[in-house]
């Protein structure tokens, strides 16, 4: 038996789900930590995997040696302890966390850096379109390809086109033989960055508030030492230029950023911002980035030639060199928890958790923080900061209340716009300055019912209404993507009544009814149809930017981070719609969309106004949002909160069960909560079994009930003990946020 001086425990990539002892050779005995990457052989092939820990003995007694390290793609010390803590605390598998943190294109590692295959079509977009057709019925898989083309009519790399089709290479290469498409390679630098404008800026001199949070970060960066800061500052106070003063001085003590934003906001205003101050020290990771690219970032940040990493959630992984500071911008969006897979983590929260492993400064900031964050600063977790008025000289917008329903009863009937509405746009059409009109909704109408019968087509495989989109001619489904196209002209329940009414307002009736009202208006329109390619929502920010439109409506993309100098009403059509989700969090969810989009409103040198149309006036969620007072809205809802025992008072998980059969679905979960409660300890407790807020999605059944507890470790050891039979899906959501759906 042959001897080693250390011994490895390596979890391969895929396959085995323990790890497996490897010898560490001499010469590799200074790499070979935790978090390195390895090459070991099993049986006779060579596969990848990482090493988890390294022992002085080994399990059993034949092993083999590794065969190679790979130190280029290996996790930073500080990430894999993360990793670790992560594990523990989300009950999620070692595998599926590396997964999180490592892309896919860094562990396979196949990428030719210089040249990639771009695919574009050989035909003209009409014969494409003809082609798909025809292939729907013969070949689904290569319509796929077809569909994905003719959405991406400049073509797309190779790579991406097998991610967005989730199809293999064979129907692409079909395709190509069939001349219907070209696949060439293209060389090409794939920095993101290249080719896009910006300024170069100096930075601002500060106003006092500002200054003394800088000051305060500042501080604790030379001093190397952990601390959490809430930045509380409302809409346009400048909390942006705080982040890029804080980040120079990082920088000058030669330490890197992660600064985290939610994805929508990602936009090229944004991206211009933090280029015009630092410009190739940053590396932009979103989801839209080709494979390639995200393999090339990943390595950049790696080898410490990028010290500042923008982007969302998952960019809180990036494997850095220095750590000093990580910000956490717009810090109560929703947008920075996973909840659909594991780990359910909250980029916030393991964000303030890699800062204490680094000793690095962490600014969360918000003008609308959270209750838990800001009942965090309150009691002395972290340290806060408020800017309370806005950076330039204007002013915080005036809002009013519209009671709908007066304006419902004056017009005879239903009405998108109140007449202060009309009148106000008018004003602004006017003198030349903007409008922008805010709807939590997408689609044309949000429902279409039989008026024979009263049926309202549902999507047939979950438990939601198709809404119906003009522009395309069809009803869909928002769960599952299923399509009506174009939608029945007969009732499908009743067969008799050809009576079909639509429900609901979506965006699109918006834009048609605004032209409808002001005939010469120019209006854009920014939701999840009008955005789908790439650039497209960027492109529509521009227009608008320079004046291409007298009014933008939008759904919640529209609501962040935004600044438009030249508009000077903001009108939120159905300010209430939020309040009716039986969900804990809704009046908090209302509080921040209202504020935040009010918060678009007279950002220039003009004056801003808000309208905000309810038919709840009266509503003290409503108010207290006209009033953009955050104080009042905190310490309302704290006592809320207190008084039913919800977070931040205690911790909450979610179990939901998904399966085929609605029956044993049920039965499973109901079973599976009895032995839970024996195994919990009195402080818990544990809701009753109900069908969740979208009962059926993509032909699962879904159940499930929420677990309040002191400690998050102690509901997941509890559940850790259970299984469910294989017909029934469990999704432990861990620190839910939406409890309903
Ligand atoms: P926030 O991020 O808090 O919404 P921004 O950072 O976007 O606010 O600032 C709003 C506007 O005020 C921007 O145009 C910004 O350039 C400007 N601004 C910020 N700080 C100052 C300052 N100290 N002096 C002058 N203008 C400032
Ligand atoms: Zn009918
Ligand atoms: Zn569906």
Not at 630 to 657: D, G, M, V, W
Request: aromatic share 8%; with cysteine; glycine share 6%.
């Amino acid at each position: 038996m042959e001897s080693y001086p250390k011994i490895a425990s390596v979890l391969l990539d895929l396959g085995i789900d323990y790890p497996l002892d490897y010898g560490v050779l001499e010469s590799q005995l200074d790499q070979a930590y935790p978090g390195m990457r390895v090459h070991v052989p099993v049986r006779g092939h060579l596969r990848s995997g990482m090493i988890l820990d390294v022992k002085e003995r080994p399990s059993t007694p034949h092993i083999l040696p590794i065969a190679e390290l790979l130190p280029e793609s290996s996790l930073p010390a500080d990430l894999f302890e993360l990793a670790l803590w992560m594990e523990k605390y989300y009950l999620t598998p070692a595998r599926k966390i590396l997964k999180t943190f490592l892309p896919t294109q860094v562990r396979v590692n196949n990428y030719n850096p210089q040249t990639q295959a771009f695919v574009t079509r050989a035909v003209s977009q009409d014969q494409l379109r003809l082609a798909c057709q025809e292939l729907r019925h013969s070949s689904a898989i290569q319509a796929k390809v077809l569909d994905c083309l003719l959405l991406n009519d400049k073509g797309l790399f190779l790579a991406d086109l097998l991610e967005l089709t989730g199809v293999s290479r064979s129907p692409v290469q079909t395709l190509a033989e069939k001349k219907l498409l070209h696949i060439q390679n293209v060389c090409i630098d794939r920095s993101p960055l290249i080719g896009e404008e910006y300024f170069k800026t100096k930075p601002k001199s500060l106003n006092e508030e500002q200054l003394q949070a800088v000051n305060a970060f500042c501080a604790s960066l030379s001093q190397q030492e952990f601390a959490t800061y809430l930045l509380h500052g409302v809409t346009g106070s400048g909390k942006t230029e705080v982040y890029l003063q804080t980040i120079e001085r990082a920088l000058s003590l030669g330490r890197s950023t992660i600064m985290l934003v939610p994805e929508i906001s990602l936009t090229e205003q944004t991206i211009q911002r933090f280029r015009g101050r630092f410009e190739n020290h940053i590396a932009i990771l979103h989801h839209r980035l080709s494979q390639g690219e995200r393999h090339d970032q990943w390595h950049r940040i790696r080898r410490g030639e990028a010290k500042i990493v923008i982007g969302a959630r998952s960019a809180l992984f990036s494997p850095v060199q220095n750590l000093g500071l990580i910000i956490v911008d717009e810090e109560h969006d929703a947008a920075y928890k996973q909840s659909e897979e594991r780990p359910t983590y909250h980029a916030r929260d393991m964000a303030v958790v890699r800062g204490k492993l680094t000793q690095s400064v962490v600014i969360l900031g918000s003008a609308t923080p959270s209750i838990e964050s800001y009942h965090n600063a309150q009691r002395g977790k972290y340290r806060l900061f408020t800017l309370t008025s806005r950076a330039t000289t204007s002013q915080l917008p005036a809002v009013t209340i519209v009671d709908m329903r007066k304006e419902y009863e004056r017009n005879h009937g239903y009405t998108s716009f109140s007449q202060l509405l009309i009148d106000k746009m008018k004003q602004r059409l006017a003198q030349g300055e903007q409008t922008i009109i805010f709807l939590n909704r997408r689609g044309y109408h949000t429902s279409m019912q039989c008026l024979g019968c009263g049926y309202i087509f549902k999507c047939p495989h979950c438990d939601l209404a198709m809404t119906f989109h003009l522009g395309q001619q069809k009803l869909c489904c928002h769960l599952c993507g299923h399509m009506l196209c174009p939608p029945p002209k007969l009732c499908p329940s009743c067969k008799v009544s050809e009576d079909l009414k639509f429900r609901g307002v979506g965006t699109e009736q918006i834009q048609k009814a605004l032209h409808a009202l002001l005939p010469d208006v120019r209006t854009l329109r920014i939701d999840g149809d009008t955005t789908r390619h790439k650039g497209s929502h960027d492109k529509l920010l521009r227009e608008f930017r320079t004046g291409k439109a007298d009014i933008l409506i939008g759904t919640q993309m529209i609501a962040k981070g935004l600044h438009f100098p030249s508009v000077t009403l903001v009108a939120v059509l159905n300010a209430d719609s939020s309040l009716n989700i039986p969900d804990f969090r809704a009046s908090e969810q209302t509080f921040q969309l209202i504020t935040q989009v009010a918060g678009r409103a007279g950002r220039g040198e003009l004056a801003g106004e808000v309208i905000l149309q309810t038919q709840l006036p009266d509503n003290a969620i409503i108010q207290v949002a006209a009033e953009q007072d955050y104080l009042k809205f905190y310490s309302q809802e704290l006592e809320t909160r207190r008084l039913f025992n919800f977070p931040p008072f205690i911790h909450l998980a979610k179990c939901t069960f998904s399966g085929l059969d609605a029956v044993l679905t049920e039965q499973v979960c109901l079973e599976f909560r009895k032995k839970l409660i024996t195994k919990l300890s009195r402080s818990a407790h544990v809701h009753p079994v109900g069908p969740s807020g979208y009962a059926r999605v993509k032909d699962l059944y879904r159940f499930q009930f929420l677990i309040r507890a002191p400690s998050m470790r102690e509901v997941g050891a509890a559940i850790s003990q259970l299984s469910v039979p294989k017909q029934v899906k469990l999704h432990v959501d861990l620190d839910a946020l939406s409890t309903f759906f």
